[in-house]
Nanobody, 115 residues
Framework: QVQFVESGGGLVQPGGSLRLSCAAS????????MNWYRQAAGKERELVAR????????NYADSVKGRFTISRDNAKNTVYLQMNSLKPEDTAVYFC????????WGQGTQVTVSS
């Protein structure tokens, strides 16, 4: 079955960095565009970043452009999110999924940016 396992979250001070990972299984990873979403408490889930199946293009939300970098390793069925210059407003649970695969979600990984 389709599974996503996110990891790498934690508590970090403003200006700090984290690298999130998402291990995917149950589908042909290399065929799919991959997404990172986040959901802050009391807010809608929002798309943060997207990467093509071959890594030839990437898209970012305006709020993270220039600070976050999405990447993937198709040999490891894993997508990453490098987050730099973190701000308190980046605090959220972060999820990955495969674009248009279906409503499959992992448990997410909590990122808290606070001094």
């Amino acid at each position: 079955q389709v599974q996503f396992v996110e990891s790498g979250g934690g508590l970090v001070q403003p200006g700090g960095s984290l690298r999130l990972s998402c291990a995917a299984s149950g589908f042909t990873f290399s065929n799919y565009i991959m997404n990172w979403y986040r959901q802050a408490a009391g807010k809608e889930r929002e798309l943060v970043a997207r990467i093509s199946s071959t890594s030839d293009w990437r898209n970012y939300a305006d709020s993270v452009k220039g600070r976050f970098t999405i990447s993937r390793d198709n040999a490891k069925n894993t997508v990453y999110l490098q987050m730099n210059s973190l701000k308190p407003e980046d605090t959220a649970v972060y999820f990955c999924n495969a674009h248009r695969l279906g409503p499959y979600w992992g448990q997410g990984t909590q990122v808290t940016v606070s001094s």
